[in-house]
């Protein structure tokens, strides 16, 4: 006989958005930001969504929804009978700009699912990491928004994930310059190459090495850590305005690089002066662009998902 979910639970779930990538780091680095969507959850005989904020005309209100929908597959997995789930999301994570909202909405379903269960039944946040990686493809997102900070990791032979978290230096800053349009991730990644020169990969390689360093050590190196050789070049058709905004940045010393799949531009900065400079080059060059952006300095989110029972 199938176990039973207990209705009558109440949940606040509270994901991060997360910038992947940083440059050299593709499918393997990702940070934590403070900007969170807030969820409310409750257990029910039957299944209701409001949601406010992003997505609120297009995203479904009913049990197709992707949050209550892999909620139940969680549940389903784990050998209990799916309830009804009473869904409240105020989304602040921008969609479609490469700020890992699809991260943060399966990171929030599995967290909630796995709190719902029995205690004896709960797998722990190495399981909610391994099933949003899965259902993901790749765990570069899902992994600052499951431990938070700063995320190294891997896919392994047998469909497994891994993730280590790596110290910050204390003075490393985040700014952000989202675009009114966005970009799915399927366009972007439509763009890669199948294969890169052996060249590419090991210079690459080195950008990646030298990223860790200047993240953790020395931010005075960003700019050298930040170059990639792997996805932006490809990537710069589909997002033609990033592209000039990033060559901006650069060109004036700044760590500029596409967050995630794009199209928002991250910077990465290690002190409150350069933060200004940025957001001003930001808005010179909106002021001259196609698109309108919008500055944004979040903090960097130490923490990943947080679930309040309530």
């Known amino acids: ?10 949940l606040i779930v509270c994901p991060p958005a997360t910038t ?3 440059g050299p780091g593709f499918d393997s680095l990702g940070l934590a930001l403070e900007y969170r969507d807030r969820l409310e959850v409750r257990t029910a005989e039957t299944s209701s969504v409001q949601i406010v904020g992003q997505g609120a005309e297009e995203l479904p209100k009913d049990e197709s929804h992707l949050i209550i929908k892999e909620m139940h597959r969680y549940w389903a997995k784990a050998g209990f009978e799916p309830v009804g789930v ?3 999301a105020h989304n602040n ?4 700009r490469g700020m890992g909202s699809s991260a943060a909405a399966i990171v929030a379903a599995y967290a909630a699912a796995d709190a719902l269960l029995p205690e004896a039944s709960r797998g722990g946040i190495e399981a909610i990491f391994q099933a949003a990686a899965a259902w993901e493809g790749h765990p570069d997102n899902v992994a ?12 392994n032979a047998d469909g497994s994930f891994d993730s280590v978290q790596v110290p910050l230096h204390q003075d490393l800053r985040a700014v952000l310059a989202i675009p009114s349009n966005g970009l799915s991730t399927e366009v972007a990644r439509g763009a890669l190459p199948a294969q890169v020169d052996h060249a590419i ?3 690459n390689s080195a950008s990646a090495a030298l990223l860790i360093h200047a993240l953790s050590n020395d931010p005075s190196v960003l ?11 490809y990537r710069a058709a589909a997002m033609p305005e990033s592209a000039a905004l990033i060559a901006a940045l650069r060109e004036a010393g700044y760590a500029a690089v596409v967050s995630g799949a794009g199209p928002t531009v991250l910077t990465l900065v290690s002190s409150e002066a350069q933060v200004e400079a940025v957001l001003a080059k930001i808005e010179e060059f909106s002021a001259n662009s196609t698109v309108s952006w919008q500055g944004q300095v979040p903090l960097l989110a130490a923490n990943g998902v947080t679930v309040e029972e309530l």
């Open 223 to 233: 700019l050298a850590g930040t170059k990639d050789y792997l996805h932006q070049d």
């Open 86 to 88: 009473q869904l409240l």
């Open 93 to 96: 994570i921008p969609h479609a």
């Open 1 to 10: 006989m199938t176990a039973q979910i207990a209705l009558g639970q109440h």
């Open 20 to 22: 992947a990538n940083l």
């Open 144 to 155: 600052p928004a499951v431990f938070g900070g700063l995320s190294i990791s891997s896919t």
């Open 201 to 203: 990969a090991a210079a």
